[in-house]
Nanobody, 123 residues
Framework: QVQLVESGGGLVQAGGSLRLSCAAS????????MGWFRQSPTQEREFVAA????????DYAESVKGRFTISRDNAKNTITLQMNSLKPADTAIYYC????????????????WGQGTQVTVSS
C-alpha cells in the first residue's frame, strides 16, 4: 500500500507562484508514473500533469502548459509541482496520484491518491 501526503497549498494572488510537494511512502512507492489532478466545486476531477517513473517523460494539460512544471526525486520519494503565473481558474483542491503503469491522463489508471491540498488564487 502506498501512502501519499501533499503539502504546499495556500492562498496566492493572481500571477503568483506556489510549489506543491507529495511525499510517498510504502512498498515500491515511486516505481510507477505519478501525477497531479485537481478538482474545484464546479468541475470534475481533471488531469494537471504526470511524470514517468524515471522522470524522463512528462505530460501536461493544455491549460497549465508553460506555467506548471512537474518533477520527481525518487531518492526522496517525492514529486513536486511548481506552479507559476497562477490564475483564479487554477483554484482547486490538488491531488497527488501514484501507481499508474504508464504516463496517463486518466484518473482511473492511478491506484493511490493523497488527501489533497487546497490552492486558492485571488484576482
Amino acid at each position: 500500500q502506498v501512502q501519499l501526503v501533499e503539502s504546499g497549498g495556500g492562498l496566492v494572488q493572481a500571477g503568483g507562484s506556489l510549489r506543491l510537494s507529495c511525499a510517498a511512502s510504502g512498498e515500491d512507492a515511486t516505481s510507477y508514473a505519478m501525477g497531479w489532478f485537481r478538482q474545484s466545486p464546479t468541475q470534475e476531477r481533471e488531469f494537471v500533469a504526470a511524470i514517468s517513473w524515471r522522470g524522463y517523460s512528462f505530460d501536461y494539460a493544455e491549460s497549465v502548459k508553460g506555467r506548471f512544471t512537474i518533477s520527481r526525486d525518487n531518492a526522496k520519494n517525492t514529486i513536486t509541482l511548481q506552479m507559476n503565473s497562477l490564475k483564479p481558474a487554477d483554484t482547486a483542491i490538488y491531488y497527488c496520484a501514484a501507481g499508474a503503469n504508464l504516463l496517463s491522463r486518466y484518473s482511473s489508471e492511478y491506484k493511490n491518491w493523497g488527501q489533497g491540498t487546497q490552492v486558492t488564487v485571488s484576482s
